[in-house]
């Protein structure tokens, strides 16, 4: 696990520990200590930590004027234990949406385990994020997690979007994609 790399190809375009409006604003990250680690496996030291002692993210770019944000996650979401979405929605998903973002995209094609917990965290984000016509997307989820996530009914409040080649768009051209998606399944 140690050699995932969160997605750096967009990093001329933007660096979440230099945006002040990020949640992540002012970090400070080592490329050579390892201390961070999902079930005693070390992980790449860009990965930011938000409160969960499994699950691990990275903003890959966040657009202020077109209103979303796109994260990449690696780990295990455990909303049974861990709590995990009350950890993204209020210490992540709050900033974002108070400066403005109301579509958010995760990569999710790293997120190894999902275990279900209380759904009012889900209702509450769709809710707010509707409200500015905005949506939740986790692109390419692996095949078991869906499994679980939509077991649980959660696919009602988070799309699931299957993008192969995502690494090949400029982060316009992603996001508008997965507008698109969701639009022509909306319609």
């Not at 679980?148 to 996001?175: M, Q, S, V």
Request: aromatic fraction near 18%; charge should be negative.
């Amino acid at each position: 696990m140690h050699d995932i790399e969160p997605f750096y190809n967009w990093r001329h375009l933007y660096v979440s520990e230099d945006d002040e409006r990020s949640p992540f604003y002012g970090r400070v990250y080592s490329e050579f200590e390892y201390s961070q680690t999902i079930y005693n496996y070390y992980i790449h030291p860009q990965w930011d930590e938000f409160g969960s002692r499994t699950l691990y993210m990275k903003v890959l770019l966040a657009d202020y004027d077109e209103h979303y944000v796109v994260i990449e996650l690696i780990g295990e979401w455990n909303d049974a234990i861990e709590n995990d979405i009350m950890s993204i929605k209020r210490d992540v998903a709050d900033k974002f949406l108070s400066e403005g973002i109301f579509k958010f995209i995760f990569i999710a094609e790293n997120v190894l385990n999902f275990h279900s917990g209380d759904k009012d965290y889900y209702e509450e984000w769709y809710e707010e994020t509707h409200e500015q016509n905005g949506w939740v997307a986790c692109l390419n989820m692996p095949e078991q997690t869906q499994y679980d996530f939509k077991r649980a009914k959660l696919d009602r409040y988070i799309e699931l979007i299957e993008l192969d080649n995502w690494r090949t768009y400029k982060p316009f051209h992603l996001f508008k994609k997965v507008d698109q998606q969701i639009m022509n399944r909306i319609q």
